[in-house]
């Protein structure tokens, strides 16, 4: 029998504050509930010390505590770790950490699947189940955190797993505002980043409620290529989606657009694919993030060569863009970008 209670961990610290203030409890009580479950980790509201002993006994009849459950841990030989956690109904929801020197980046799935279907990707193959609660979207974070060393902290978090956030926005949103809230995750704004392959119409939103990184999933310079890659672009095709980034006020060298391009042999790695994107991003105060493919099995697309990486790399920085060459990150487990299916393993 499904559990009937709801989820602690789908209100957010306003919600939970309206609700106790309608049943007598003083509202303050939520960022004192918040601080538990999210600072200190503690999921048992009978170790809650600083609340009533009757506040709480009511919190523990009255709702479910956790959304997700070990479903497997799998660790790279590079230290980047994959967690798949198993929500109520069974669905399963990866989330990957991912060391790197000081820092630790932690990359959250927002649904189940993804309707996108973007050509290259395995989340895409998979098609669409659901998108994910906000219960489901902390609780990988929560999940994961049992997953660090002793002395390891969660430094930045990245909605770059399955999924794509601005479709499932409403709950990521709230999620995003539990990371940055100083009782519960306390990250700074700049720590978090949100992803989009381009659901222009939802950037405006994102921007305003959430003074967070955005990333955008680019590919491509030109929308004969983009609408293969990233077939959103036949919705809203590279003008409007550049034009939209141009124009949005909250954006500028103080808040940069992240854009990631995935290098596909043969697809986008020419030299001259690379002066056309610097061309279109132009005046965009923006980086380049470059993502070598990561091969998996529903794909026939490879990596180019390392020389041709960087031969991409330096074409762009001649022509004045900020680049990044990102190195894959747990590909052995299947942890890379783009290789996120939830598959259980044989
Ligand atoms: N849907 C959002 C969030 C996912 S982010 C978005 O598209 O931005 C995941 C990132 O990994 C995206 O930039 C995606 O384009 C990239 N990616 C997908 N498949 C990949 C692959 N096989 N190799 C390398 N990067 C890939």
Redesign the pocket.
């Known amino acids: 029998m499904p559990d009937p209670r709801p989820q602690l961990k789908d209100q957010s610290i306003p919600a939970l504050r309206t609700r106790f203030a309608g049943s007598g409890v003083a509202p303050w009580r939520a960022e004192q509930v918040a601080r538990w479950l999210y600072a200190r980790g503690v999921e048992d509201p009978a170790a809650w010390t600083d609340l009533p002993q009757e506040l709480r006994e009511r919190l523990a009849d009255e709702w479910q505590i956790r959304a997700l459950e070990w479903d497997a841990l799998e660790r790279s030989a590079d230290g980047t770790a994959k967690g798949r956690l198993r929500a109520a109904d069974g669905a399963l929801v990866e989330a990957v950490l991912i060391p790197e020197g000081e820092r630790t980046t932690l990359c959250v799935s927002t649904q189940v699947g993804?309707p996108?279907a973007?050509s290259?990707?395995?989340t895409g193959a998979l098609g669409f189940t659901r998108n994910l609660t906000l219960a489901e979207i902390v609780d990988q974070v929560c999940r994961m955190k049992e997953a660090l060393a002793s002395g390891q902290r969660i430094t930045n978090v990245v909605?770059?797993?399955m999924?794509?956030?601005l479709l499932n926005l409403p709950r990521v949103i709230e999620a995003v505002r539990l990371l940055l809230h100083p009782k519960a995750f306390a990250l700074g704004p700049r720590k978090v980043t949100v992803?989009?392959?381009g659901v222009v119409p939802r950037l405006g939103t994102l921007l305003r409620a959430v003074p967070v990184n955005l990333?955008?999933?680019l590919?491509a310079a030109n929308d004969a290529l983009r609408d293969v890659l990233v077939p959103i672009n036949r919705r809203f095709p590279l003008d409007l989606l550049l034009e939209t980034l141009r124009a949005a006020p909250e954006l500028g060298p103080r808040r940069p657009v992240f854009f990631?391009w995935?290098l596909i042999a043969g697809v986008n790695d020419a030299p001259a694919d690379a002066i056309e994107l610097a061309r279109r991003i132009r005046g965009i105060p923006s980086k380049v993030n470059l993502?070598?493919?990561?091969?998996?099995a529903d794909?026939s697309?490879r990596p180019p060569s390392p020389e041709a990486c960087s031969r991409f790399a330096g074409e762009l920085m001649r022509h004045g863009v900020i680049v990044t060459l990102r190195r894959p990150r747990g590909a052995d487990i299947d942890a890379?970008?783009?290789?996120l299916a939830a598959r259980r393993s044989a």
């Open positions: 993804c996108l973007c290259f990707c395995a909605f770059m797993g999924g794509e956030p992803s989009t392959a990333a955008v999933s590919h990631e995935t993502i070598p493919m990561n091969a998996h794909s697309y890379a970008c783009g290789q």
